[in-house]
């Protein structure tokens, strides 16, 4: 089970966490413009990284409070938690 | 009773003052406080304990713990009875009673003997071969099969036992109290860490338990006691005995199983537990838990008397009991010189050391020597004899190559084979925390090799041999792990004191991984890999020769260490055989995945407390007990208990739904509503946020207006439904359906968080502070005008969907003139602790007019008579409102909201989806089961071409026939059509028509 680290509760078993998928897809600002194609992808397609992870995950049985988390898929490393709307941290150098 | 005629009249940790009475099998034996159920039988002279789950040969007690293959035990009787327990872990309790599980029809006389006679031709995979045809059959031979192989019985009745659930953080949980446990909890636990010790045995110490040497020139035993009275004394300290870590997960997260009453058996006092669960978060972990001994794979070697030699070492000194008269030791190192040591120390003659190496030499040989115990070097066991158990063992002189015996084959009589095939470190919570393991040529056994975790290894699991170096590396590990833990920076720890032990020079292990067998028993069908599972090395050959030489396919199909005891004796040999006949190295082979639990764990240790009604919480709404003495038969909604129907006298459920429905059209209803979703929504931008999330238009809903909305997900689906009401210019009061609540809270919270957090609203559930009273039917209003004078009820001055604050029965009140019957109708809103009296002022006040109450049945034939939908019974996550015909509250002015863009999807806009639609079926008296499917064509069996389900179907006392709502293709373009439904048993035809049975026009719902 994931400790994950809620920017306002503190370090948390996973159990009291949902996790919200992909992180930083915005909802396109004039949907009527896009096309099918397009908005399908808004829609329907995600990333299914092996390493590297930038998710969503909500506090839902603590303070309800949506944050960011990036998570490596394979080894469960957190290396950071960020608020929202905040930009993802930079992707470390090849190497590091 | 019997005598206990193999006890020692001197020594172990037995209290001899404590006689315990057990039976085994239905017989009366005795043991003492301080013996397993195994050290007990043996100490009655009882080794053959189960019979071989294939080929159900006899089977004797193998070890002296977690890694016992063969003494598994039917545990108590009743509610309490447990399988598969090992008779190695099993501490004796007055009254306990035993079983064997696996010697049907009985330990004495088996039936299943007989494919021991046939083995030959039931091989690995034999199963799988065999009985492929015709697969239809295939339950049925599984059946059989499971039933002679039979391991033990799960309890048909509830356990009635209470188990608990503990969570614990740490900077140090050690797992294993033996010599490096115990140092490292002494090094971490002097420098202040919060450290747990946990160890699965009754007793901390480990091996010492079981063996006779000294540490700084006093008994090992001595220096234990000394270590864990010091260690109880620090306070940050926490011994867990009884506890066995069971699974390590990720980011340091630790299962244990503690035992905390099983061993006082009906003795256990009420107030504790049986068992706990501990789900540790550790800041460090070290892992000192040990090695296991290995068996050598001879011919006939699961004959019961074959044991591991650590066993009988331990069965000698820490339970005074000797596990036979007369012993032969075979061995391919030096560990098992220290047990034949002990045995002839405790008065059991060894007949003589058979040792694999040639040369063997050290103080362990010459001790042996001066003991007069014949030594015969380069000499193995090839093969055993006996009915019940050994009774006599040949031995023979191996040639240069280990392959092939020499020279003439010698009998000895011995009724006990000690053996010992080098030692296996206990890496399974190593690898379960996803660190690498290696197989070490050197030491013959595998290694742990890189941490993937905080954690490290120490002593015998670390492949460590002699208890100086045990102890020496669970020191290091301790301070260590309590420097990562940040007591280094604190304290700088002065370099902890190792306690010295008297080291071993031994002669290397000779890795022998098959010693050959003379004659017949050349073939190796008889030398077992894995007792538990019957595997031979025959077995694996054939495997290997089969193509299965994976070591993953190998296990499966052979199902070599897939048994309770997932091949703790086994899997070390397994692959080292694998390798050899692949031609290989072992490292090369590789190691199955371990994966937890490390030995079994109960179900109800995991369940804890949430079982019965705290499996999951109840609620209840404030008019509940009232409820209760009307009599009400309750319905599961979400969590909340609904009243289902109120039956009078001996109605059944049918006649009380038909005469409240009735009620409800013609006089008065009253419902409990209060379980409705109620989401308080405030801010300046609260309006602007419905827009976004509903798709029809709130700017101009005017204060003291409510308005019915549909929630979409953003691919256009129907998520929710619910009436909002404006409570103030920012402020808005949103109802939810029973069971979505907590899902549309979630949902508001995020799109308001993550993707229009400049939008100022906020979102509070306040569905538990008010209690609601419906009342519906024709003579609401006057009801409602007795109870209120300060709300005016005329119908232009309170509409219908419209709310208004006042007092009802002198309660301060909202009341909501909406309807989900379609009668004229108010919701009253009160405080929930008003709830009761606001609920029986209206049932005093409504007497006169037949108030009638009704449940969650006829609120639904209610609603489905009027065409209103439940969200998740009449749509299921692929319906759009165009589905429901509810274009008439999609917004075609608004640019945007949540699910329009998906509307106009090819897939959303196709005129070939399911629509909702009306049935009358051509029968009146034919109600349509839910879920029947509509067919455009009837076929003599399915699959028939299916165009629809109903999803809405009762009977309507008030129309005096059946109704029906469905999802049918195309269905808006099909009313008048005649549509047939096909049932299990019978066809049925139905017409299609308009959703709604009752008041199209709205008169009644606005009168």
């Known amino acids: ?96 | 009773m019997t005598a206990q005629d193999f006890r020692l009249a001197t020594g172990g940790r037995i209290d001899r003052d404590l006689p315990l009475r057990f039976t085994f099998n239905d017989r009366p034996y005795t043991g003492y406080a301080g013996d397993t159920l195994a050290s007990a039988l043996l100490a009655n002279g009882v080794m053959t304990v189960g019979r071989g789950f294939k080929y159900h040969r006899p089977r004797g007690i193998f070890s002296a713990g977690a890694e016992e293959p063969n003494a598994l035990i039917q545990l108590g009787s009743g509610a309490r009875s447990e399988p598969n327990l090992r008779a190695t872990q099993i501490e004796l309790f007055d009254g306990l009673e035993s079983a064997s599980v696996n010697c049907w029809p009985s330990l004495e006389f088996d039936i299943g003997a007989v494919n021991s006679l046939i083995s030959r031709i039931i091989p690995a995979g034999f199963y799988y071969k065999t009985f492929m045809w015709p697969a239809r059959l295939w339950m049925t031979y599984e059946h059989i099969i499971r039933h002679a192989a039979g391991l033990g019985r799960a309890p048909k009745r509830a356990d009635p036992d209470r188990y608990d659930h503990r969570h614990a953080h740490c900077d140090i949980l050690i797992a294993g109290a033996g010599p490096a446990g115990i140092a490292a909890a002494l090094a971490s636990g002097r420098a202040g860490a919060r450290v747990i010790l946990a160890d699965e045995q009754n007793e901390m110490g480990g091996a010492l338990l079981g063996q006779a040497g000294d540490i700084d020139g006093t008994p090992a035993i001595e220096w234990v006691e000394a270590a864990l009275e010091e260690l109880a004394s620090l306070e940050d300290v926490r011994l867990l005995p009884r506890a066995t870590v069971f699974g390590y997960y990720d980011h340091n997260y630790l299962g244990i199983a503690e035992r905390v009453t099983d061993h006082l058996g009906p003795a256990a006092p009420a107030a504790l537990p049986r068992q706990c669960l501990w789900k540790i978060r550790a800041h460090q972990v070290v892992l000192a838990t040990g090695a296991h001994e290995r068996p050598l794979v001879f011919a006939d070697n699961d004959r019961p008397g074959v044991m591991l030699a650590s066993a009988a070492r331990t069965y000698v000194n820490r339970y005074a009991v000797k596990p036979g008269r007369r012993a032969v030791i075979v061995t391919n190192n030096d560990s098992a010189y220290e047990a034949a040591i002990d045995l002839a120390a405790a008065g059991l003659p060894v007949a003589a050391i058979a040792d694999l190496r040639l040369s063997p030499t050290g103080p362990l040989v010459e001790r042996v020597g001066e003991l007069g115990i014949e030594l015969l070097a380069g000499w193995a066991v090839v093969d055993t004899h006996g009915r019940r158990r050994v009774e006599a063992v040949d031995v023979g002189r191996l040639d240069d190559t280990g392959q092939s015996i020499t020279g003439e084959v010698r009998r000895i009589d011995c009724d006990l084979v000690c053996v010992s095939g080098g030692w296996s470190p206990v890496v399974h919570l190593m690898s379960q925390s996803r660190g690498s393991v290696r197989f070490d040529d050197d030491r013959a056994c595998i290694v742990p090799d890189e941490s993937f975790q905080e954690e490290r290894s120490a002593g015998a699991c670390n492949g460590a041999h002699h208890l100086a170096e045990c102890l020496a590396q669970g020191s290091r590990a301790g301070a260590e792990a309590a420097r990562r833990a940040g007591f280094a920076k604190a304290k700088p720890a002065k370099p902890p004191k190792i306690p010295s032990a008297p080291e071993a020079e031994s002669t290397p292990i000779r890795a022998l991984w098959r010693i050959p067998g003379v004659g017949a028993r050349a073939r190796a069908d008889k030398h077992f890999v894995d007792l538990q599972n019957d595997v031979t090395a025959a077995d694996i050959a054939l495997a290997m020769r089969e193509g299965y030489d994976s070591v993953e396919h190998a296990k499966r199909y052979t199902t070599t260490g897939m048994g309770t005891d997932q091949g703790k004796t086994s899997n070390v040999n397994a692959l080292a055989i694998i390798a050899e006949i692949t031609g290989v190295e072992p490292n090369a082979v590789g190691v199955t995945t371990f994966r937890p639990p490390y030995t079994p764990v109960g179900y109800g240790v995991l369940a804890g407390r949430n079982v019965g009604a705290l499996f999951d919480p109840v609620r209840m709404t404030a008019m509940h007990q009232w409820h209760e003495q009307a009599g009400a038969v309750f319905e599961d909604v979400g969590q909340w208990k609904r009243p289902y129907y109120f039956p009078q006298g001996d109605e059944t459920m049918a006649e009380a739904v038909n005469r409240e429905c009735l009620a409800v059209r013609y006089r008065l209803g009253i419902m409990d509503a209060s379980t409705l979703g109620k989401i308080d929504i405030q801010g300046p931008d609260a309006r602007e946020f419905l827009n976004r999330i509903y798709t029809n238009a709130w700017d101009k809903l005017a204060v003291g207006r409510c308005r019915y909305g549909l929630m979409l997900g953003d691919d256009g689906m129907v998520f929710d439904d619910g009436v909002t009401s404006c409570m103030g210019e920012n402020h808005f009061l949103m109802t939810t359906t029973t069971g979505g609540a907590p899902r549309v809270m979630a949902w508001l919270e995020e799109w308001s968080q993550t993707e229009w957090p400049k939008l100022k609203v906020y979102f509070t559930s306040v569905t538990t502070h008010w209690a609601v009273a419906a009342i519906q039917g024709p003579r609401a209003r006057a009801l409602l005008g007795e109870l209120c004078d300060d709300i005016d009820l005329t119908r232009d001055e309170f509409p219908f969907m419209s709310w208004r604050e006042g007092t009802v029965a002198g309660i301060p009140a909202r009341v909501f003139r909406v309807s989900f019957s379609g009668e004229l109708a108010y919701e009253i809103n009160v405080a929930a602790s008003y709830g009761a009296a606001l609920w029986q002022a209206l049932m005093t006040a409504g007497a006169k007019h037949h108030i009638t109450p009704y449940g969650t049945e006829a609120l639904h034939v209610l609603r489905a008579e009027k065409g209103f939908i439940v969200v998740g019974h009449d749509t299921d996550g692929t319906v759009t409102p165009h589905d429901l015909g509810m274009d008439w509250i999609v917004s075609s002015k608004k640019i945007d909201f949540m699910g329009k863009r998906a509307l106009s999807r090819p897939d959303t806009s196709r005129p070939d989806r399911k629509q909702l639609v009306g049935l009358l079926t051509i029968d009146p008296g034919e109600v349509l089961p839910e879920g029947a499917q509509i067919v455009s064509e009837v076929r003599p069996e399915p699959p028939m071409p299916m165009i629809g389900h109903v999803c809405s179907s009762y009977w309507s006392a008030y129309l005096d026939r059946s109704i029906a709502m469905a999802m049918l293709v195309g269905g808006h373009g099909r009313h008048g059509e005649t549509v047939t439904i096909s049932l299990e048993d019978r066809i049925v035809q139905a017409v299609v028509t308009k959703p709604v049975f009752y008041d199209e026009d709205g008169e009644k719902i606005r009168g």
Not at chain 1, 27 to 54: I, T, V
Not at chain 1, 55 to 80: L, P, Y
Request: proline share 8%; net charge positive.
């Open chain 1, 1 to 96: 089970m994931l400790l994950l680290s809620c920017p306002w509760c503190g370090p948390r078993d996973e159990t009291e966490f949902s996790c919200g998928g992909e992180a930083h897809i915005d909802r396109p600002a004039k949907p009527a413009e896009l096309s099918d194609r397009q908005w399908a992808d808004y829609l329907f397609m995600r990333g299914n990284s092996k390493g590297r992870h930038l998710e969503r995950w909500v506090h839902a049985q603590g303070c309800r409070r949506w944050f960011n988390v990036e998570r490596h898929t394979v080894s469960h490393h957190i290396t950071a938690i960020y608020e929202m709307g905040k930009p993802p941290p930079k992707t470390p150098k090849a190497g590091k």
